[in-house]
């Protein structure tokens, strides 16, 4: 009730600012909280949909490690360079083959013209890198190799911070440049030109078309989505493990963690979120714009 405005008379309160009223400016009456509403919009997650979703932040480690990997094959001599470079041609012609084959229904009409492009910008890339490999083998000459590894392992690290996983294709500019970057830092390392031009080949499958068709899985067989992540998280593993056993114990540790252990934190953790909403909130203009259709 609020005060009385003379002998008998009782005056309510209302919710305005245009008129004067025998009320503070603070005061509020018993249907204040009346409005109260909790947890709006939020979101409930299923634990395995987390971890669905998070195989996308796994399966992009694994890659990093399987780049690593072939570096560490190419650098100690293990890897001949042609055997790396008809292996990579032969995976990117399958995958581009499962690309397609994942189309929708009405992109077959524009396939013709779409490989053809795609075979012109394929030929320019590798004719581009492949002329430039000999300048690329020689343009860390200067520096030691410390640094060299320092700045890739730091250039690695923000291509995976910068990485877009809500949309992964195509992949963001910044995190392809400086994967690009790291690739021809560790590619310069290599022994020969023919070297670092298979290895920057690869770093292009990797970095580059491998998020267009793992993004092409994902919206069109999400059923397989799931089993594409675990095989390359276990490449990750098992390349690195045959080269650097303690690399390979901190990948398992860390997709453990990314894929199980934060994915449980934000299911448990999300049952205590409380948020309330009223009266109080800031207001919120709903413009009826049909009427400035007319």
């Known amino acids: 009730m609020g005060p009385d405005d003379g002998p008998g008379t009782v005056v309510a309160w209302r919710k305005v600012l245009w008129e004067r009223q025998p009320f503070p400016d603070n005061y509020v009456d018993q249907r204040f909280l009346e409005e109260l509403r909790r947890n ?81 910008s394929a030929t ?35 291509h995976l911070v910068s990485f877009p996983y809500a949309h992964p294709s195509p992949p963001g500019s910044l ?3 400086v994967a690009l970057f790291a690739s021809v830092c560790l590619a310069s390392r290599l022994p020969d030109a023919l070297d670092t031009f298979t290895m920057l080949s690869c770093a292009l499958m990797i970095f580059a078309l491998w998020p267009c068709l793992l993004r092409r899985v994902k919206d069109r067989a999400p059923c397989h989505f799931a089993v594409v992540c675990a095989g390359v998280c276990v490449a990750g593993v098992g390349g690195l493990a045959s080269r650097w056993p303690g690399g390979a114990v901190l990948l ?7 894929m199980l252990l934060c994915p449980w934190l934000l299911v448990r953790l999300q049952r205590h979120k409380d948020n309330i909403h009223g009266p109080w909130d800031e207001a919120e203009i709903h413009e009826d714009l049909s009427r400035f259709l007319h």
């Open 40 to 120: 709006v919009g939020v979101r409930q997650y299923r634990y395995w949909a987390v971890v669905r979703e998070a195989g996308l932040v796994g399966q992009q480690l694994s890659c990093v490690a399987i780049f690593i990997t072939l570096w560490l094959y190419m650098e100690e001599g293990l890897l001949s360079p042609g055997t790396l470079l008809v292996v990579s041609l032969a995976t990117s012609l399958m995958g581009y083959g499962l690309y397609q084959a994942l189309a929708s229904r009405v992109e077959p009409v524009l396939s013709h013209r779409t490989c053809l492009a795609d075979l012109q």
């Open 124 to 158: 320019i890339y590798l004719a581009f890198i492949f002329g430039f490999s000999p300048v690329l083998k020689t343009l860390t000459e200067s520096v030691s190799t410390d640094t060299v590894y320092a700045m890739s392992a730091l250039m690695l690290l923000a």
């Open 175 to 177: 995190s392809l440049n």
């Open 252 to 258: 398992a540790l860390a997709l453990v963690c990314v």
